[in-house]
């Protein structure tokens, strides 16, 4: 059942059953489920209502761009030690952002997670919102059948490197399809195909995007929601156990203020402006006094960190596509703790290219610059931007004017700017590109964020929390928080789904909690599990991490038997190490090796691979091969071998570390017989063995402790070994799935 408003005006103390300050990711949520379990709901936004082609397009501040100069799109905070961008207008945050539709990967959740917020509780509420939204992947172009120039460049960046894995493409809030023909969405909407022209970020003209307004706000209005847009909340009391805003009108500074009145207030403007909002109540206006102390704790921006890449030659058109079309997952060790951060490409819109250009002094020499000294053009240019887990210790509080402004201290996640840092040179390297940091981070050390998170600490004890797991106040009941202040920290990922599962969530326990135990989303019944690409890839570099510890090591040996020796063979292998650590711990110290073999009357140059156990625990080897090829016929071998050191006299060390006693087996009995012979590393094959030795780690220092580990490893097993007794020939068979084991 739906209230009638108008009825309800005339009978009631109170305007609305609820008033919903904001229209972004949480208020939208919460507007829609309260008005769909018949509740009659006012939601105040500050900005307008944007329609089909009134987003702005002029490279001049004054066509709509600014909030601060004609209540535009942007709205653009200084926040002391970082400056926050959010947007104003029905729809909030969802008509700027780049559409990404992600969930944070367990693991990467540390303590300051509650329950109610994990990805085991929230899971169903995620696939409620992907349905209300209404995501999936990028496609092709449908201007020319292609994936878009920069998904292409971007997934080939990795594809062959151990990292392939790490890069998917995300779920996008966007209508994909023919970018000509209108169609109503699951919500009676009108929503069209992607034109591809990449400006998600600078307000859809199109009418492709999905934006909260076409989504959640449409369902709102259509169960009965009333819009009030033009109004800002300045000032919020309780009144006749209920609540009170007052707003101004941005557009007329001297129209009269205005009261709104409702037994429920949900505040959904945004971490800066929730937190301004109650920082004010309590601490200028003293309408709340009660609210936590740890109010405005906890302040995130979520790893943030923008850079620009501008490629050089001449190279195809970087700005098409929906904004963000790929997300690389990196799982960095940064001293003695991994650093999880993900990075993606980010369409620059030409007309916010023109709009900066026009800003910057001597134009045309920058343009006669850039097109024949540097060879590049703007349309070459795209975003690099990386997201991870930072501190989550900032502290918002007000200034002597009652505005919002931050404590913060960058040193705190040195480590993650610093990882973030450094794949500016690396994908510049690798995409033979030119990246710039903003000004505001290599000049200021001030970093941007356009995911503002937390300040209302969400928990039981209001010593420590501000909100309970459906974001009532503590001390205040009927006053809810729900928008990116309630999340404990960053999460590591864009944080618009998250926002929206969690609001679904709240907004659920509110509705239970006001007399209707049984009540849930209209929508539910069609809802069906969306798949969530970024775990793969958080789950693949989870494992690449733990397979890589300490960093790898590389290395080159070449063996042959002794000259007129017959059969003669030549083995050239390689070995790779992925990770010291798990390599040191491992019983065995098995190194993954292949190369190629020749073999007289047998294989040419054969591709070969197999494991080598180098001074193995508890065995008497110094090493032990086992390698497995094809012959020229295509029938299977098997070479198995080993080193022994009978003596730390250097001679007879050095003799037991450079002869291989080897046999070399046909698997199946009937394609040839057995050899049993011996090789050697000669004097030159030793001196590039040695010198062959490179360890892989990201930075030159850890390279260098990679290889010294190794050094030490096997200079102390050197000297260690000692085997009992001589032996005529190899003494080791393999056992399937279990390596080389010795035969006593």
Partial sequence: MTHNLEKKLMTSQYDADAIVVGSGFGGA????????????????????????????????????????????????????????????????GSLVYANVFARPFEETLDHRWPDHLRRKELDPYYDLAAHMMGVGPVGDDPRTGKTPPRTQLLEQLLAHSDKAEATVRPNLAVTFGDPDTWRPNVHGAQRRGCAFVGECVIGCNHGAKNTLDHTYLTAAENAGARAVTDAQVQRIEPRDNGYTVFTSTPSDPDAPRREWSAPRLVLAAGAVATNELLLRSRDIHGTLPRLSRSLGHGFSGNGDFLTLAELRGDREDMTTGPTITTNTVLDVP????????????????????????????????????RRRVRGTNPRQTFAVLAMGKDSGKGRLRLDAGGDATLAWDNRWQAALYRSQVRVGPAVAKLLDARLYNPFTWSVLRRTITVHPLGGVRPGPDPATSVADEAGEVHGYPGLFVMDGSVLPAATGVNPSATILAASERAIETVIHRSGQPEWRAPEWDAVVPAPVPEDAAFTSQSKLRNATKGDGLVFQERMTTGRGKHPRVVLTLKAE??????????????????????????????????????????RHEAMSYALDFHDDEGNAWQLTGTKTVRSRNPVELLTGLTHLRTEITPLDPGTGESRRLVLTIGAADLVRLGTSISGKGFTLTRRLRASARFASFFAGSALRRRSPAPTDGPRTTTSPGKGPSSRR
Avoid: C
Avoid at 49 to 70: I, M, Q, Y
Avoid at 363 to 369: E, S, Y
Avoid at 608 to 617: E, M
């Fill in 577 to 618: 190490i992925p990770g010291m650590d798990p390599f040191l711990a491992d019983q065995a110290h098995t190194v993954p090796m292949r190369g190629s073999i020749d073999v007289e009357d047998v294989a040419t140059r054969a591709p070969i691979a197999g494991t080598l156990s180098l001074f193995p625990r508890g």
């Fill in 29 to 92: 949520v919460a507007a829609a489920r309260l008005a769909q379990a018949g509740f009659s709901v006012i939601v105040l936004e500050r900005g307008r209502r944007w329609g089909l082609g009134e987003f702005p397009r002029a490279s001049k501040l004054d066509d709509g761009w600014l909030w601060e100069l004609d209540r535009g799109l942007y709205d653009i905070r200084w926040l002391d030690s970082m400056a926050s961008v959010q947007a104003a207008g029905w729809g909030g």
């Fill in 334 to 369: 940064e001293g003695r703790r991994p650093v999880w951060y993900q990075v993606q490409d980010g369409a620059f819109p030409p007309p916010l290219n023109d709009l900066l250009d026009s800003l910057l002094p001597a134009r045309k020499a920058r343009d006669w610059w």
